[in-house]
């Protein structure tokens, strides 16, 4: 009887060490950890490393994962994703806030079985943008849950999203709790202090040489920088301008080059984020190919409709959300008309201009005449235009071919023009009204 109870006794304290140490007695010598980073913005570029990261820890073996986390927030639907992969994983999880886990980083925080911070880092403010009921209600749900299942105090988290909530002696209503790492661990929403990584790693009994860290590739970097809501409508815009400033030119250049670039960084980060596909890509070509289609056809028509429909419809189906998509084409669009009004007005007499954007092919064996002194004669004299001038194309002036630039509009072909000024290489034209 004496033997049952010792061994029961020491059963109980064994279960008891094994809880009180943690992750001292799940870690052995030869297990690996794996540090993956959580710094700057929360978006679906970060829920793609992550992904990334945690089938490769879990493919090497994994004993647990370390997550440093250094963010001011972001996304929520980004941040419930990552809580989900955390919860939905079978080795332990810790964060490391080395500097603040703030906004939407608190949940993935409070998602990990142990919260480890540095001094002087912070917790908390994670009230939601747009600051409406049901935007509230359902962020503060999501903290509170996820510190049910952590054991930590649910209340507390969700008064880091919800000023509604009042805890005396914590938090008075009205306001949104942070915490600095003293505070955090006052309350039991972060289990110690640890000043290094090293220091992390002896309360954890993890030794250095079996730590590794998983960093974001330069795809997955790039894909974060393009989803950027600030960066995207600059992409957008950048490659708007250089299109239209193509198709308002004859030959092909710079600009072409540089638009067709912005695009293809745009679609290229968000198919790597997981935001779009091949066939959100084809559409938008598709939709540039109507637009070409339609640069040809007088007035505006059935093609034209359609790429505009192709164009705003790939590139709002490959945004983070409709809204995100319509802000961001509603400020490309003015942004590029904006610069196309700046470059015409301002740089149409630079010589750069010249060479980037209006590049002349004027050889004699296809019937061009070269050379401004020859053309500075031409003014005054009638020809024919050769094709659509929207407002650029080519006109047959006394039996040659000159490139021409409409001063007035569409011209179709076919029709009798003026050239009323010359400047350089540069042939203005207006329609001659036949009487």
Known sequence: MTNRKFQFILLVLLICLWVAGGFNTILGDDDKVFILPIKGTIDPGLVKFLERGIAEAKSKGAKAIILEINTPGGRIDSAVKISELIFDLNIPVVSYVNKEATSAGVLIAVS????????????????????????????????????????????????????????????????????????????????????????????????????????????????????????????????????????????????????LGAFALFFGGHMIAGLAGWETVVFFLLGIVCLLIEIFMPGFGVFGILGIIGVTGSIIAASISLKHGLISITISFIVSVVLIIYLFKNLSRSKFFDRIILTLTQERDKGYKAGVEELEGLEGRTGLTLTPLKPTGSADIEGRRYDVMSEGGFIDANKKIRIVKVEGHKIFVREENIQ
Do not use: C, H, Q
């Not at 996820?146 to 005396?168: F, L, Q």
């Not at 915490?179 to 090293?198: F, G, P, Q």
């Open 112 to 259: 990990s079985e142990r919260i480890y911070m540095a001094p002087g880092a912070t917790i908390g403010a994670a009230e939601p943008r747009p600051k409406e009921e049901k935007y509230v209600s359902y962020w503060a749900a999501k903290l509170r849950a996820a510190a049910e299942k952590t054991g930590r105090n649910p209340e507390i988290a969700a008064a880091m999203a919800d000023s509604d909530i009042s805890i005396p002696g914590v938090i008075e209503k009205s306001k949104i709790l942070s915490l600095t790492s003293d505070e955090a661990v006052e309350l039991n929403i972060a289990d110690k202090i640890v000043n290094t990584r090293a220091e992390l790693f002896k309360e954890l009994s993890i030794r250095a040489e079996d730590v590794v860290e998983i960093k974001p590739t330069f795809a997955e970097n790039l894909a974060r920088f393009v989803t950027n809501p600030f960066f995207s409508p600059v992409l957008l815009s950048i490659g708007f301008a250089g299109l239209i400033l193509e198709v308002f030119t004859p030959g092909w250049g710079i600009p072409g080059i540089i638009g």
